[in-house]
């Protein structure tokens, strides 16, 4: 029997599909990246996962494993391998109130693991532009950051217990509830954030957070990156440490939400070169609305910030996060751009967008920058949209921009990739911007996990 027909009679006829129909929504990734693959596997259960593996070990056929296809570093695009989508293992298996945990099968959607845990009166912090659609072993794999890190850190901080299929079938009975665990090396975290290449996350034991009491948004204009940065100081200060998030937003980007996003509009009566979204979220003590009121009137007396609304209500703190969830989808109606996902030190911020921008659009005139991001713990989507109506060529410039932004990244001792990991997109980079003795490490893991090299193959770290 060849390898594709041992798979198929590992999983039933329910556990696979060769219709191409059925295939090609996995092979293109949002930024329109084709790939190709003759055959899906969709286990039912983590024995198949490991049925599958140990097939592939033995016969040494690549596979691609595949959450919700929402990355953006092309780590989930397969290029003929075999691929491996967790979709029918969707279910959150258990919750435990007092023990605020979650137990989830990885291909569980992130926003039913965020309903899950709010119908317990708890809540599962990560929010991502994608929770719709992305998955929980997505998140895990990819390290996910998203909106709240600030307060509640990325996915590697959320993550208590794991199971995990290693390259040749074993399964690595991990799904623990600790807190704490000094039992030896946290082999966990060597999956969390290793794009499937080391091993399968199947389930996921996950950290619930009581739900806040109060939660206020809000959105200010300030005159600068750096005058979004005293009030990031303010605003800590004045609320106790509540801050779960803290947006830099752009004048362009509110233009281009208005532009593209139906059901949009200016938040503020007049325009400001820059913004950023607030959001306080903490208990029944003081009140939240007052308080980050009463900050953001200093701020605008003491000139820091020249305007300020905090949202009356739901739909209006809504209305507001819609602006900044809709800068990705207006950049790409808007058309061509070039993009960064990089991270610097906070208080370095504003020196870095000052020096990069100016590098760039000396380099590439007319090029828009569309700077914006999770300010609140470094980490920019450092951004350039096409010449207003000039896209032609524009992306041909990739590379050559790319290289410009992350040298002046690494001068920061920066990150070239902050939350979208590192894929085949940026994986030949890494040895500009890591230390050979890393990457030598990185590879001595990925031999030591995955000897045959069948784990998505050529993602991340090359093949030695
Ligand atoms: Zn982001």
Excluded at 154 to 182: C, Y
Excluded at 375 to 388: I, M
Aim: overall charge neutral; some cysteine.
């Amino acid at each position: 029997m060849d390898t594709i027909a041992r798979l198929k009679a590992a999983l039933g006829p329910q556990g696979f599909s060769e219709t191409q129909a059925e295939i090609a929504p996995l092979l293109e990734d949002w930024r329109g990246r084709k790939g190709h693959s003759p055959l899906l596997l969709k286990p039912a259960s983590s024995e198949d996962v490991a049925a599958i593996l140990s097939i592939c070990h033995e016969t040494r056929t690549p596979v691609v494993p595949i959450g919700g296809n929402t990355g953006l570093a092309g780590g989930q695009v397969a290029q003929g391998e075999v691929l491996l989508s967790l979709q029918r293992m969707n279910r959150v298996l258990a919750v435990d109130g007092g023990g605020m945990t979650l137990t989830a099968e990885a291909g569980a959607v992130l926003a039913q693991v965020q309903d899950r845990a709010n119908e317990a009166g708890l809540m599962f912090p990560l929010t991502l532009a994608s929770e719709g659609s992305c998955t929980i072993g997505g998140n895990i794999a990819t390290n996910a950051g998203g909106n709240h890190v600030l307060r509640y850190g990325m996915v590697r901080a959320l993550v208590l217990g794991l199971e995990v299929v290693l390259a040749d079938g074993r399964v690595l009975p991990m799904l623990k509830h600790l807190h704490k665990d000094n039992t030896g090396y946290d082999l966990r975290q060597l999956f969390i954030g290793s794009e499937g290449t080391l091993g399968v996350v199947t389930k996921a034991v996950l950290r619930l957070f009581p739900k806040p009491a109060q939660q206020v948004v809000a959105f200010a204009a300030v005159p600068s990156p750096q005058g979004a940065l005293v009030l990031l100081g303010r605003m800590q200060a004045a609320t106790g440490g509540l801050l779960s998030a803290f947006e830099l937003v752009p004048r362009i980007a509110v233009e281009l939400v208005k532009r593209h996003i139906p059901g949009t509009r200016d938040p503020l009566a007049a325009p400001s070169p820059w913004y950023v979204l607030i959001e306080v979220s903490g208990g029944h003590g003081a009140n939240l609305h007052d308080l980050a009121q009463n900050a953001l009137a200093s701020a605008v007396e003491k000139g820091e910030a020249s305007d300020a609304i905090v949202a009356q209500t739901g739909a209006q703190a809504r209305e507001l996060w819609r602006i900044r969830e809709g800068i990705s989808e207006a950049q790409k109606r808007e058309g061509a751009s070039i993009k960064h996902d990089i991270s610097v030190p906070v208080a370095k911020i504003p020196a870095f967008i000052a020096e990069a921008t100016a590098a760039v659009t000396a380099r590439f005139p007319g090029a828009r920058p569309v700077t914006f991001g999770h300010l609140g713990d470094g980490n920019l989507h450092f951004n350039f949209n096409a010449p207003a109506g000039g896209d032609t060529g524009f992306l041909a410039y990739w590379d050559a921009m790319q290289l410009v932004v992350h040298d002046i990244v690494k001068s920061y001792e920066g990150s070239i990739s902050a939350e979208h990991g590192i894929g085949n997109t940026k994986r030949d980079l890494l040895p500009r911007y890591k230390s050979a003795e890393e990457l030598d490490a990185m590879r001595t893991l990925k031999q030591a996990f995955d000897p045959r090299g069948i784990l998505n193959p050529g993602k991340v770290v090359a093949a030695s």
